[in-house]
Structures are given as structure tokens and as C-alpha cells.
């Protein structure tokens, strides 16, 4: 796993101002008193709105981070470069071949590619795993269908351990009280 080249005072302030919801907005911090703004959001558009989880700056030198909203109105994966120039690297269809709603960030794996979860979407409406390349190829990796597979409803993002994923589920497993899986 490889660390995030930002200081921690950055990438808190980043974080907070990526994560403050409706109309958020990313923005490049080198103190407190010095924010500049990447990329405003707006409630409507194909960049989405409401971003999701912690943005993490990739190999690549992006930030990569997720939304609801965007074109489908599903939810995005977003590449916002560090002088602000976005590209939606992915709209989430949110049918059954794929997530809807990412409640989380993504994780960059050792082959290049973006890994997370999705709330909603896949092959019951319970959320998916997957993967998404450096060129915006989706890859739908498991669809949770029920309590009976140890949960569903992935509400977090997933944590890199050499080649395995972990995450996290509100639902399912003993008493329906969530699960951990990998």
C-alpha cells in the first residue's frame, strides 16, 4: 500500500472540505489560512455532488475520489488533477450489473486500478464490490444478495492488505448487526 505524499494538515483539511456535502468543493490547502479552490460542485451535472469518502492521491499524481449524483444519477468516480482539471472516470449505472450510491472512497491496488463499494446496485439492490482501471473500465467484483453470505449493504470503503480487501457491512451476519469481510 502506498502513503499519501500530502501532509497530514493537507490532507485533513482536504478531507473536510471534500466531505462537507451539497455543493462541496476540493480544494489544495498548504496551511490553514492558504485554501485554494480545485473544483466547485454544483447540484446538477456529470461531475456529481455530495462526495463520499476520504480522496486519495494515486500513483498518477491525482486525486481520485467518489460522489452521488453525476450523469446517471447513480453516483461517480472522479480524477481531479492538482491544478483542478476533473474527468469523470466513471458513472455508476446503478442497474443490476452494477453499484449504485458509493458511500465510501476507493483504494488504489498494486495493479493501478480503483477498488470500492457501492450502498445500493448490483445483483440484488445490496451493494457491490468492485474495480474500476486507470481508463474508466468497470469491473463489477461480488454483488451482495443476502444475510445468508454474511452481510450486504457495504457502508465503508476497503482497506488494502497485501492482495486482500477488507470492508464492512451495515447488515446481515448474527443478530443482522453487520459483518466484516474480505
Known amino acids: 500500500m502506498r502513503s499519501n505524499r500530502r501532509s497530514p494538515l493537507a490532507r485533513a483539511v482536504l478531507c473536510l472540505a471534500l466531505s462537507a456535502g451539497f455543493g462541496a468543493t476540493a480544494v489544495a490547502a498548504t496551511s490553514?489560512?492558504?485554501?485554494?479552490?480545485l473544483l466547485p460542485l454544483a447540484n446538477a451535472g456529470t461531475n456529481g455532488i455530495q462526495t463520499r469518502g476520504e480522496p486519495i492521491l494515486a500513483s498518477d499524481g491525482n486525486f481520485y475520489f467518489t460522489t452521488y449524483g453525476g450523469g446517471s444519477g447513480a453516483g461517480t468516480l472522479m480524477r481531479v488533477s492538482p491544478t483542478g482539471t476533473a474527468t469523470v472516470l466513471h458513472s455508476f449505472a446503478g442497474a443490476s450489473s452494477e453499484g449504485a450510491l458509493p458511500h465510501?472512497?476507493?483504494?488504489?491496488?498494486?495493479?493501478?486500478?480503483?477498488?470500492?463499494?457501492?450502498?445500493?446496485?448490483?445483483?440484488?439492490?445490496?451493494?457491490?464490490?468492485?474495480?474500476?482501471?486507470?481508463?474508466?473500465?468497470?469491473t463489477n467484483l461480488f454483488s451482495f444478495t443476502n444475510a445468508s453470505q454474511g452481510g450486504f449493504l457495504p457502508y465503508t470503503g476497503l482497506t488494502q492488505v497485501g492482495t486482500d480487501?477488507?470492508?464492512?457491512?451495515?447488515?446481515?451476519?448474527?443478530?443482522?448487526?453487520?459483518t466484516v469481510f474480505r
Open 32 to 37: 490553514l489560512s492558504n485554501l485554494t479552490t
Open 104 to 138: 465510501a472512497g476507493v483504494v488504489q491496488g498494486t495493479d493501478g486500478a480503483f477498488y470500492g463499494t457501492t450502498y445500493f446496485g448490483g445483483a440484488s439492490n445490496l451493494g457491490v464490490v468492485y474495480k474500476v482501471g486507470a481508463d474508466g473500465t468497470y
Open 165 to 178: 480487501f477488507y470492508g464492512t457491512t451495515l447488515r446481515g451476519g448474527v443478530n443482522d448487526a453487520g
